[in-house]
């Protein structure tokens, strides 16, 4: 890339980053509790997991915190920041974004937090089965409030956003979808939209009870069952998939549901198929996304 290019591409960022911030609340940040860390990550030096306790589930739950450099710099010490919820796939972790993407080149660019809670294999919905497996209320409450509560952000829906890939795909749109007084914009990528087609995989008959005797809860906890729901202009939705995936054609088939509904969205079907390539390429451009929506008027 030519340093015209990249120059212009930077300053573009930038003002993209000041736009969100203009559009803050001008009072200052409330006072904010200090994190507590339960591990460093080398990966990602902006990096810390912190230890959020979940009264629902009555036991701690871990996730990676990426500020962005701005956050440190002391003449920015009253600025507030939008927060980008980032959920794992199925056998992940807090862990696993990280690892595999450079989120703090990505928090830093676009001036924001980037928040990669522990959601193990609960599919982001609070399982009607299992007590130790609400990650609903974890996420669009507990952990919403804690980050809130810990750092400095703008605590507005409009600057949150929550997106995922596979088990979080399905989980950040059913957490916006449910909760559209909590998040202003969502995404998925590669999601498992519709895990009514999926009755064997993945864990879920231990969070839904088995799928023959239970049709009718595995359909209400599809995420393409809320579609009926939605209302245009709400939220601002970005979803895509790669044309190898396995989940592409119940992707197809949310993205058809929401057009017969009016709802508008970014739709994206680009080559590729399940995994960390495809992810971390796909990020890029749901970042993009978000900033764009952070500094909306």
């Not at 559009?23 to 902006?46: D, F, G, I, L, R």
């Amino acid at each position: 890339m030519n340093m015209k290019l990249m120059t212009a591409l930077t300053c573009w960022s930038l003002t993209l980053s000041a736009m969100a911030c203009n559009n803050a609340p001008k009072s200052a940040p409330a006072p904010v509790a200090t994190p507590q860390s339960v591990e460093q990550m080398e990966e990602q030096p902006q990096a810390a997991v912190v230890a959020i306790k979940s009264a629902k589930m009555g036991r701690d739950i871990n996730a990676t915190v990426v500020v962005p450099e701005q956050y440190f710099d002391p003449d920015l010490q009253e600025e507030q920041f939008p927060v980008v919820y980032l959920l794992h796939g199925a056998d992940g972790s807090y862990r696993d974004w990280p690892t595999k993407a450079d989120l703090d080149d990505l928090a830093s660019e676009y001036g924001v937090l980037i928040v990669c809670p522990d959601g193990q294999d609960s599919w982001y919905f609070d399982s009607p089965i299992d007590p130790k497996m609400q990650f609903e209320t974890f996420i669009t409450q507990e952990l919403v409030d804690y980050v809130d509560g810990h750092y400095r952000t703008i605590p507005e829906r409009k600057f949150r956003a929550i997106t995922g890939l596979s088990m979080g795909g399905h989980g950040a749109l059913w957490c916006a979808w449910r909760h559209t007084d909590v998040f202003g914009a969502c995404g998925s990528m590669s999601g498992g939209v519709d895990i009514s087609q999926f009755p064997d995989r993945w864990n879920i008959n231990k969070r839904l009870g088995a799928y023959a005797d239970n049709k009718q809860r595995w359909q209400e906890h599809s995420v393409i069952s809320l579609v009926p729901t939605l209302k245009d202009n709400v939220q601002d939705i970005i979803i895509d998939d790669g044309a190898e995936d396995f989940f592409y054609k119940v992707n197809c088939d949310l993205h058809d549901a929401l057009l017969k509904k009016g709802i508008k969205h970014d739709f994206i079907i680009r080559p590729g198929n399940h995994s960390w390539t495809y992810w971390v390429n796909s990020l890029d451009y749901q970042m993009l996304f978000f900033a764009k929506h952070f500094a909306a008027e």
